[in-house]
């Protein structure tokens, strides 16, 4: 009786409201209580937002505040958030203008354009527009100038956002740097003990080779080997050891012709070495990494790489670590984008091949890995990631927020070549 005198209620009240009975609406009362309620979120620009396209000299820049320095009209801005699923998405922006009394700029919602008229040094919410999102995923929005009374367009600091799907952005102030960089990805494999020696091979897909990428072939628990897009005109391979847990320096012994030798900071500190050189896209290219103890308590960590162009293989260079003695354990690749301006192009490596040689001599194929993913991927920060199989060989694809995600902590096993390396370790250049 209680439920049907509030369906009752229910339809009383939307006859008055509407004026007719055409007005009246078969859902219970239940089924409206239950449906999502929007909500509105701010999605700050300072980590979710990316100059995109630019011309020479453009003053633009994303900081801490958001958009700033805007004065050209052929600037573009794009930010993104994710909905978890279809539905209604309206859009305002919180901006101020500097530099001008008024101002007009485009803001285009997943390809849907609206003009905004600014005005005024105060800090207001600006509606945008509402836009109808087909499926869960990625919405992109750019911000272009149209017109300006004066210097700037204004400074924007955020987008507010009223859906009631699920929001998913970077909110994580203090690690906006690394959000914008977008989250680094992981293929770890599992070697039998005293693996003296692992080999793999990588290709990077034609279009995928982004300025600013690492594309990691041999890790290990001490160090990792790959290689990099370092701006339009340089590409290395690098191959870097970590200093020893306790503050004790890692050394070089010797190292391959044209290499240079360095020591690096930031994320650790330790020895680096690497090898200017132009790699290709759609090239398959290989790697072994060799660990060996050197019986007084450090151990010698050496790397090499095969390019099919050059038909042999270069050496790269060997590094003693003090304070351990172990052959290589914890063996991964991954994947990342060290340059946090580009954290919006998308980038992609097959990873194929994997083997690793005990002390013994005996070649293992290891056909698993573990798919992972760095603090930004599992803190939901960004959530264009994916890992897995393609084409026989695993994979790893980060940036350019695309949809659908693979989600981490899962493992993939590959077809088994049967095929063992055709390299013998003891002619190895050195």
Known sequence: MKRR??????????????????????????????????????????????????????????????????????????????????????VAMDAKLAGSSSSTVKVTINGTPFNVNLSGAASKTYAVGTVNVAAPGYVRV???????????????????????AGLNYANDAANYYWSRRGPSVHLGYTAPANTEYFYNEVTVPAGQDKIGSYYMANGFGQGYFGIQVKSPSERWILFSVWDADNGAKTTLVKKG????????????????????????????????????????????????FYAPELASWRFIATWKRPAISTYLT???????????????????????????RN?????????????TGDATATNAQRMDYAGGLQNGRFYLRNGGFFSPYVPVNQNFTRPATGIAPAVDVNTLPQ
């Not at 239940?30 to 100059?51: C, D, E, H, M, S």
């Not at 050189?277 to 308590?297: L, Q, S, V």
């Not at 991964?332 to 091949?353: C, K, M, P, V």
């Not at 002390?359 to 798919?371: D, I, K, V, Y």
């Open 359 to 371: 002390t013994s001599g005996t070649w293992t194929e290891l056909t698993t890995a573990r798919f």
């Open 5 to 90: 005198s509030l369906l009752v209620q229910f339809v009383i009240l939307a006859l008055a409201g509407c004026g007719g009975p055409t007005a009246v609406t078969t859902e219970s009362p239940r089924a409206i209580q239950g449906a999502p309620a929007a909500t509105a979120a701010t999605v700050a620009l300072a980590g979710n937002a990316f100059i995109t396209s630019a011309p020479a000299g453009a003053t633009e820049v994303i900081n801490s505040n958001g958009l700033a320095n805007w004065t050209s009209a052929n600037t573009v801005t794009s930010a993104w958030f994710r909905m978890d699923a279809a539905g209604s998405a309206t």
């Open 257 to 304: 012709a044209g290499v240079v030798d360095n020591t690096f900071g930031g994320e650790g500190t330790g020895g680096q070495s690497y090898l200017v050189y132009n790699w290709a896209a759609g090239t398959t290219y290989r790697f072994i990494t060799r660990a060996r103890p050197d019986g007084a308590g450090a151990t010698d960590y050496s790397a090499w």
């Open 330 to 356: 914890g063996v991964h690749s991954f994947l990342e984008n060290f340059i946090d301006t580009n954290g919006y192009l998308e980038r992609s490596a097959q990873y194929g091949n994997q083997w690793a």
């Open 142 to 164: 750019d911000l272009q100038g149209v017109s300006k009374s004066g210097g700037y367009f204004g400074d924007v600091s955020a987008l507010k956002v009223t859906t009631s």
